[in-house]
């Protein structure tokens, strides 16, 4: 079983940045996790999808959040990082990080394996 950590969520106004960590732990060795993303719910809104990186480079991102979000990985640590900058009000929500086996940028929500427990992006306007 892996485990998903966030951390570096919080409390910023418009305009401004913030980092969020994802890091991938499990009880035995892992190999590196084909795909680490993020995805986002608001209140009321269903989860949707923010970033997605492989273990061999591939991106892809929501057309909201491209120019603005970037994301990137340290795979010999199972760890995804996602900068966020030019924050927009609308960026509130709590973000998930994400992992499947699979290696492709093209998953779904049902296609990740593990899930965080979220941690909450709230941008003041």
């Known amino acids: 079983q892996v485990q998903l950590a966030e951390s570096g969520g919080g409390l910023v106004q418009a305009g401004g940045s913030l980092r969020l960590s994802c890091a991938a732990s499990?009880?035995?060795?892992?190999?590196?996790?084909?795909?680490m993303g993020w995805y986002r719910q608001a209140p009321g809104n269903q989860r949707e999808f923010v970033a997605v990186?492989?273990?061999?480079?591939?991106?892809n991102y929501a057309d909201s959040v491209k120019g603005r979000f970037t994301i990137s990985r340290d795979n010999a640590m199972n760890t995804v990082y996602l900068q966020m900058n030019s924050l927009k009000p609308e960026d509130t929500a709590v973000y998930y990080c994400?992992?499947?086996?699979?290696?492709?940028?093209?998953?779904?929500?049902?296609?990740?394996?593990?899930w965080g427990q979220g941690t909450q992006v709230t941008v003041s306007s």
């Open positions: 990186m492989t273990s061999g480079g591939a991106t």
């Open positions: 994400a992992a499947s086996w699979q290696i492709t940028p093209s998953l779904g929500v049902r296609d990740y394996d593990y």
């Open positions: 499990a009880s035995g060795n892992i190999f590196s996790i084909g795909s």
